[in-house]
DNA sequence: GTCTATAGATAGATAGAC
DNA sequence: GTCTATCTATCTATAGAC
């Protein structure tokens, strides 16, 4: 979990511990308890703190999907406006967040089905921002000219997908540095979007 | 599933049934009722046909694994070997795949963490092997001097990635056709290998 | 907030007749 | 292979004392 993100306490050893378990056994396969026995607390006080399971995993996606919407804005601000740069810098921080917070987009991405609609709903909002980011970077390129694809949406899907699955197999001790894949990966963007080469 | 590759009967619908299931709800989240009542079995037609509800994923997962590498491999029999078009061929298969059998591809990607090491260790040989007949093509394209990029490794990660992930939007009625699809992602490929664009 | 105890439902898997 | 019936374990969630 990020830091600063999590509460302190129960609350916070909580989601960490959930975060943890269902990352390695999925939503299904992790029970209360094995949640509770890694936090140190009680299953009362579990659901002093939630209503219920499910409402623990929709915790744990949102403060993920927070958490990475406010790092690819941050990209954004912070960056050269020229859409290139703008480009390559989303990117870096897309896969950079996936390198660094790994189980929060595996539970992210592979546990959203076990969310009822009413629980879904807020999050898909919020991915619905971060992939907005993504689509404007593109349409500005493309209206200065600078971007050559034959389908925005195609080209945003395929760099979201492909840093999106870096937290699957990325593991510190895999030979590459996070800086490593974030620029490799941000180069792979750029040649997607079909920027020439020769500046 | 594909077609010819489901045995006929019950040991048929059992898998086809626990395929939606294990796609829709997850592994943990499927009982072995909730898959013999879509299969019209008795659970006790289930236990004879497989020895626990775990075989019944692992069968699922390991069949998804053989078609998509069948696949694969078709395309390059059939392909020029020219390492630009053997790319191009082998881009679309996956895709295509993606898209035609996405329900294969998410079990196949979100599931693996449910089987033990002792049923997992086949079905990743497989991956292995579709794996590298990518890398393959990588090498003989850059050896040729055709392709030009830093680090294989990371390029096939980000094309395979690109492309597993279509299984999780992609849908008969979303506006493309799975060849759009194939075509624009094959053309990404093309891009990320670094293939000189003035050909 | 934290404990013990437990309700009530459902899980995976099996026995044994046919 | 198919049925009814059931075992045993575990699940989510809660009650009520402190």
Known sequence: MP???TPKG???RILNAALHQFASQGYGGTSVRDICAEAKVQVT????????????????IRLGNEEHFRLLR??????????????RNLVRAHVLSHCE??????VASSEMHS???ELATPIIAIRSQSQSLLAEVFKRGIR?????VPDIELACRAIGGMGLRVAFWYEPNCGKSPDE??????????RIAGVDRSD
Chains 1, 2 share one sequence.
């Open 45 to 60: 006080t579990l659901y002093s703190h939630f209503p219920s399971k499910e409402h623990v995993l929709a915790e744990v």
């Open 101 to 106: 917070f790994s189980m929060l987009a595996v």
């Open 181 to 190: 894949v974030a620029d490799s990966y941000a180069e792979f963007a750029l």
């Open 74 to 87: 941050d990209a954004l601000l912070e960056s050269d406006p020229e859409p290139r740069k703008q480009l």
């Open 3 to 5: 830091e600063g993100v």
């Open 10 to 12: 129960a609350r916070g």
């Open 144 to 148: 200065l000219g600078l971007f050559d």
């Open 115 to 117: 969310l009822s609609e």
